[in-house]
């Protein structure tokens, strides 16, 4: 990926809609640092009021798996179900899960 | 990006995953392996889209400082906003290509890569705001609707996000229009005239006729592109001439009547020539679109340059 | 997938679904439930001539600001600059409306049986010297620099003002003023942050800042310069006086000046003619200027609706 000097490093936005949700991936912007990226993310990704919770990180800070090692990573529990939290259905009234 | 060479036959079987992909009407994500090709008809169509966002901030945004009434003022300042946020989605899914946002803005800028003709044409009234809204936005809606399914993952998320936000664009536009129309005479003219010269430049944003388009089709095959010029322009003008007939107004093609054997409606020819000409850059307002663009990126230029040293300064600072 | 996003469509003839209607563009009345009776012992028309203060600030500064959409130095400060315009538009448009409300003689005349709602009699049918906008709103723009300072001394006296009007009898504009501490904060924290780094990112962006702070300090006074008619609602507990906020502003803005590595300018006089300013509808030539193109098609359509 080409790094253009003139340009400011790209930042990755995750947002949390609301109290007990994980943060999403929304979208990424250009910042200069760490604390312009936060302030970027709540104009351009929350203008809507959102979010109540905002992480940003450098996109070089990410490391990814990379799609040709998929099958090692992630074959193994593909077929297990069970492991996915999704798979329990639990009533809405039941606290800390 | 460039490709790293590989064996033929290992391409072949990535070639052939990627076919089985697109087939299965899955997604692509950046870092799977794609053809060239595929990857050139991306960062062509979205970045094209990205600046359309960009420019189309111009005609609207010449309005803002003359919205005669505050909560008018602050929709359409809302709508310029979010169309400022539409550019920013594309250009990040441009930038999952491996394409910087400071090359696409060079190739706008150098004339290099096109946005939509449409906004290459003034805006002369408080109407145009609202005939923006209702039809420039409502053609854009068409067009955009099938790309949340396109077959390039961030660009149907950023899609996705953009339609959700277009729907209420075309919205604002229309209510400014039917309002109007329940104004003064003065004010119904001006809805009337507004409509009238923007009918034709808005039928030819779906682009040439289908036995015209040379990228069309393999843009369909790989799932980029849902849909054929002419059948979004087809549903385009179906969806659009009962909204007119509730407005009360008139659309300007002698020509437009009900087909009842085709179940759609019948209409005239744009003039091609004429879009032929604003591609080319002979629009009444393409050097005027591309002055604007240049002036604020090359009068932002110190900005940015201070905003990066002191990062890099603070940066010093805390590792010290 | 196609139904999900086909629904865009739904309801473009008519329906109430506002749901994804941009936010700030006033479809919420953030007034809901608020007493607007006006409170027993103060003068109507001294009300109405506050709320046209307070109105006024906001609505001029954020007319200046949204020049700058589409012309920002990137697509992150550009979407930042809007969000900044639309608040302040928000705070112009229920302290206007409060003004008519307080006083109906405040507003302008126009045709019998006119359409225009008050917040727009006052905005477009009100001649210049009857605004009361202070002088640091209204002069004409320069570059991002010139943005910066404006909107950093303009925020920090209207921050202070605002936390104080909180508790103001009047229960609108005590809930105008809650709504508006939290966006100020944001619009001083903003340029606090900019003028930091302009002050230490480059040499030119460093004689920049210091060239708009050069022009725009002498303007700084008046926003902390107390009128009489401030002074007599701050005794009825209704407004603030300025003067009362002045020692934090000076600090806030000490703070930015002593990191930003910039020497706090000399204490201005507040800029008048003859001792009236703003406050008391007399102005820059640049306001004139600014209300011809504000006010043109409104103006043009008189009967108009919008």
């Known amino acids: 990926m080409s790094a253009d000097r003139r340009e400011w490093p790209l930042y990755e936005v995750f947002v949390r809609g609301k109290r007990g949700l994980n943060h999403v991936h929304v979208g990424s912007l250009h910042a200069p640092d760490d604390a312009m990226a936060l302030r970027h993310a709540r104009d351009v990704y929350t203008r809507r009021n959102e979010g109540v919770s905002i992480w940003v990180v450098r996109a070089d800070a990410i490391t990814a798996s990379s799609p040709d090692e998929k099958d090692p990573l992630f074959a193994p529990n593909g077929d297990k179900i069970y492991r996915h939290p999704t798979f329990y259905e639990i009533p809405d009234d039941v606290p800390h899960m | ?320 | 997938m196609s139904d999900e996003h086909g629904s865009v469509f739904d309801g473009l003839l008519g329906g109430d679904d506002s749901a994804q209607w941009a936010f700030g563009t006033g479809f919420e009345d953030p007034l809901a439930g608020v007493d607007t009776t006006t409170p027993g012992g103060v003068d109507p028309a001294e009300l109405a001539a506050y709320c046209l203060m307070l109105g006024d600030d906001a609505l001029i500064m954020s007319q200046r600001l949204s020049e700058w959409c589409s012309r920002a130095p990137d697509l992150e400060e550009d979407i930042a600059l809007a969000n900044i315009a639309l608040d302040l538009l928000g705070q112009a448009r229920l302290l206007l409306t409060r003004a008519a409300a307080a006083d109906p003689d405040v507003l302008p005349r126009l045709p019998e049986g006119s359409p225009v709602p008050p917040e727009d009699a006052l905005a477009f049918f009100r001649d210049e010297r009857r605004f009361r906008n202070v002088w640091l709103a209204e002069v004409a723009g320069g570059d991002f620099a010139h943005v910066v300072v404006r909107l950093l001394l303009f925020s920090v006296a209207r921050l202070a003002l605002l936390e104080r009007l909180r508790t103001s009898r009047d229960q609108v504009l005590a809930a105008v003023a809650g709504k508006g501490v939290k966006e100020v904060t944001y619009h001083r924290d903003w340029a606090g942050r900019w003028f930091l780094t302009l002050a230490r990112g480059t040499g030119e962006s460093r004689r920049r800042l210091l060239a708009a702070l050069d022009a725009l300090w002498p303007l700084q006074a008046e926003t902390v310069a107390a009128h009489p008619l401030e002074r007599a609602l701050a005794r009825a507990g209704v407004g603030v006086d300025p003067a009362s906020a002045r020692e934090e502003v000076d600090a806030v803005l000490g703070q930015v000046f002593a990191v930003s590595g910039v020497a706090r300018p000399e204490p201005a006089q507040p800029s008048g003619i003859g001792g009236r300013t703003g406050r008391d509808g007399v102005h820059t030539e640049d306001l004139g200027r600014l209300l011809a193109e504000m006010q043109a098609v409104a103006r043009a359509h008189p009967g108009g609706r919008w």
């Open chain 2, 1 to 320: 990006m460039t490709t790293i060479p590989m064996e033929p036959q290992q391409e072949e079987r990535l070639r052939a995953a990627f076919d089985a992909t697109v087939a299965r009407h899955d997604r692509i994500e950046p870092r799977d392996w794609m053809p060239d090709a595929y990857r050139g008809t991306l960062v062509r169509q979205i970045a094209q889209h990205a600046h359309s966002e960009i420019i189309g901030m111009q005609p609207e945004g010449e309005w803002i400082g003359r919205a005669p009434s505050l909560r008018r003022k602050a929709i359409l300042l809302a709508k310029v906003q979010d169309e400022a946020g539409h550019g920013l989605y594309l250009y990040s899914a441009c930038e999952t290509l491996g394409v910087s946002r400071a090359e696409l803005t060079d190739l706008l800028l150098g004339g290099r890569q096109k946005y939509s003709s449409i906004f290459n044409y003034p805006t002369l009234s408080y109407a145009d705001v609202g005939t923006i809204g209702w039809l420039v936005d409502g053609a854009a809606i068409c067009n955009q609707v099938p790309l949340c399914r396109t077959s390039y993952g961030p660009y149907g998320r950023a899609m996705i996000r953009i339609c959700k936000e277009e729907s209420f664009h075309q919205r604002q536009g229309y209510e400014l229009l039917m309002t109007m129309m329940r104004g003064t005479g003065e004010q119904r003219a001006m809805v009337q005239e507004s409509v009238d010269r923007f009918w034709w430049p808005v039928l030819m944003m779906f682009g040439p006729p289908d036995a015209h388009s040379p990228n069309s089709e393999r843009s369909m095959a790989w799932g980029i592109k849902r849909n054929s010029n002419d059948d979004l322009r087809q549903k385009f003008v179906d969806m659009t001439v009962p909204q007119a007939e509730a407005l009360g107004v008139t659309l300007p093609d002698p020509e437009l009547r009900w087909n009842e054997e085709r179940g759609h409606h019948d209409f005239g020819e744009p003039d091609w020539e004429e879009f032929a000409a604003v591609i080319r850059g002979d629009g009444p307002c393409n050097a005027q679109r591309l002055a604007h663009r240049r002036a604020a990126h090359e009068e932002g230029a110190w900005v940015r340059e201070a905003a990066t040293a002191f990062a890099a300064a603070t940066a010093q600072e805390g590792a010290r």
